[in-house]
């Protein structure tokens, strides 16, 4: 299939990895309106793409995403003064956040999300990395949850994501403050999963997505992937076994089960014929996603 192209984005599939660049350097890859819906069709092209097997997501430049666009200066965040995004609204006005469509969508990928992160991460750059799968920094990386010292609240669904990733009180002092921080402490708190020399980031961003990329069923990632972050909300263990003995009978006979089990007596790579698009089971029979109400 043909690959999409963007304005605020540069979008490459090479090997099966999916790579989306924030690509707007000269604003420090501001976040706009732009960019949010670009990013959400671009995972919706990884998803439809069954040649894709894992996405890295980073930044063109020295930042990975420096926040929201505050080129309105004040009225940046006055919804009354931005008409534009009326038709975004709910039927009693409220008007939905970016930032939290964005990270929704992520959340519903059907391929693992690996962020690389390049620079500065602040705002909607950092909460968008929430709901990916593997966070990975430059040295060069800084943080900062700094909404309160703009006069606004966590956003991009952060308060749900961020205290599952890295506890209540970090992510309440985090907020709280507002304060920026750096790799190694995002680090040392459980936000990232290493640190790395600007000229290693990228590589070994992508040594951890060629290991998915070649040795694991897409199908059995696609279900995973659904099966922690939706358990990760979940009351009671039985939910997950629920759905674990679900994904265990529609898996344990298919084409893609038995050549993990004779590749691994055989001694040799796995070839998994399984497709996303056409061999996902359904194990939620009951999943509904929640309506914005």
Known sequence: MGQPTFETLQYAVE???ATIT???????NAFNTQMMREMIAAFDATDADDAVRCVIVTGA?????AGADLSSGAETFDYERRPQDREARTRDGVQ???GGLLTLRIFDSLKPVIAACNGAAVGVGVTMQLAMDIR???ADARYGFVFARRGLNPEAASSWFLPHLVGVQTALEWCYTGRIFPAQEAHERGLVRSVHAAEELLP???AIAREIADNASPVSVALTRQLIWRMAGAAHPMEAHRADSRGIQARGGSPDSRE????????????FPGK????LPDIWPHWKAPAFS
């Not at 996303?276 to 061999?279: A, I, K, M, P, Y």
């Open 15 to 17: 090997g099966g990895i």
């Open 22 to 28: 924030l690509n707007r350097p000269e604003k420090l």
């Open 61 to 65: 430049g020295r930042a990975f995403c």
């Open 96 to 98: 939905r956040d970016g």
């Open 136 to 138: 990975l920094a430059s």
């Open 204 to 206: 070994a961003a992508r």
């Open 260 to 271: 993990g089990v004779m590749s691994f007596l055989e001694k040799r790579p796995p070839a």
């Open 276 to 279: 996303v698009s056409q061999d």
